[in-house]
């Protein structure tokens, strides 16, 4: 399960929102061990493209070194799809080299009638997708 | 003297769980099958066809070695490379 503060949930959002139709990408760093999203890190989109995102290169090895200072690890990662629903596809799956993070998916479109900016996170190990719960708390 | 590696989170299952284990070589191609000597199967993990994996970044020194000479990149004692795979996806 993901327990996430509305704030971030709304950051999250907001940042899928202004850069559609491009997909917007980011990280929620926590504590090392806690499972606890706190510093919101939105990402440029290297790709910079409706249907694929990458981080880019240098930004990514700022941001781990960042993250080991600090002791943090990313507790989420998350990303838009802008005309398909929020679930991974194979692609998101096979490039999916974080087996301790929430991967959080934001649809822009409205495609499966389950409204605008469906927010939903999954676990991604080894190939394997699975779904799970999102609490949205005021506080931690 | 050796050259420092770190080594991803999804890579550690290979090196006990080390943040960072040494190696050596004179270029990376050398690094990765020396590592490969001490952690197998950590080698196919980063190469592929003699080439790095298109989704993996390797940086020496803090520069991404694409803009070097890639895995024919030179390097030497007290270098530090780093191993991170791209965080990538989309619906394509």
Redesign the interface.
């Known amino acids: 399960m993901l327990t996430i503060t509305q704030a971030l949930v709304d950051r999250i959002v907001a940042h899928a929102r202004k850069d559609h139709p491009d ?1 917007a ?1 980011g ?1 929620v760093a926590g504590p090392a061990g806690s499972d606890r999203p706190e510093r919101f890190i939105p ?1 440029l989109n290297a ?1 910079m ?1 409706p ?5 880019d ?2 930004d ?2 700022k941001l ?1 070194r960042e993250m080991d200072d600090r002791d943090e ?1 990313p507790v989420i ?1 998350y ?1 838009s ?4 629903e929020a679930y ?2 194979r ?2 799956i096979s ?6 993070a929430h991967y959080v998916l934001v649809s822009t479109a409205d495609t499966d009638g389950l409204g605008d900016f469906q927010f939903r996170s999954y676990r991604i190990v080894e190939g394997e997708v699975t779904e799970e719960e999102v609490t949205i708390v005021e506080a931690y | 003297m050796a050259i420092e590696v770190r080594i ?3 890579l550690r299952t290979y090196t006990d769980g080390q943040k960072a284990v040494e190696a050596n070589g004179d270029t990376l191609a050398e690094l990765f099958a020396d590592l490969e000597t001490r952690h197998a199967g950590i080698q196919a993990r980063i190469v592929d066809g003699g080439e790095l994996r298109r ?1 993996v ?1 390797v ?1 020496l020194n ?1 520069e ?1 070695v ?1 803009f070097l000479d890639g895995i024919n990149t030179k390097v030497a004692d007290g270098d530090n490379v ?1 191993i ?9």
């Open positions: 997909e990408c990280v990402m790709a493209s249907t694929f995102y990458e981080f290169s240098g990514l090895l781990y690890e990662v990303h799809h802008t005309a398909t991974p596809s692609t998101d490039y999916a080299n974080e087996p301790g | 991803p989170t999804i989704f970044n940086y803090d991404d694409r780093t991170l795979p791209a965080v990538a996806g989309g619906m394509a």
